[in-house]
């Protein structure tokens, strides 16, 4: 438990921002999830759409430092991977 006023307040800014960035990772996870199934479908329309939604979700999670901006490349390349293999079939 904290005893100082700073560690006090450590202890208050990180809830917060513990919060914040569950948030912007059950978002992203959430639109991955989306793109997934929206690519198992076939619709290609309508996976573009879904991948293009979810990469900027993830590129908004990097930025906001909730996830490596590595992982997030990484991701983005496979969702694209999985979209290109989809219009070339």
């Known amino acids: 438990m904290a005893n100082l006023e700073s560690s006090k307040k450590r202890n208050?800014?990180?809830?917060?921002?513990?919060?914040?960035?569950?948030?912007?990772?059950?978002?992203?996870?959430?639109?991955?999830?989306?793109?997934h199934e929206a690519l198992a479908a076939g619709e290609y329309e309508a996976a573009e759409t879904a991948v293009l939604l979810a990469s900027s979700e993830l590129d908004h999670a990097a930025a906001k430092g909730v996830i490596h901006k590595n992982n997030a490349?990484?991701?983005?390349?496979?969702?694209m991977k999985h979209l290109e293999a989809l219009r070339s079939s």
Do not use: G
């Open 73 to 79: 490349a990484r991701r983005k390349s496979r969702l």
């Open 12 to 35: 208050r800014q990180n809830i917060k921002r513990r919060a914040q960035n569950r948030v912007h990772l059950t978002r992203s996870r959430t639109y991955i999830k989306k793109a």
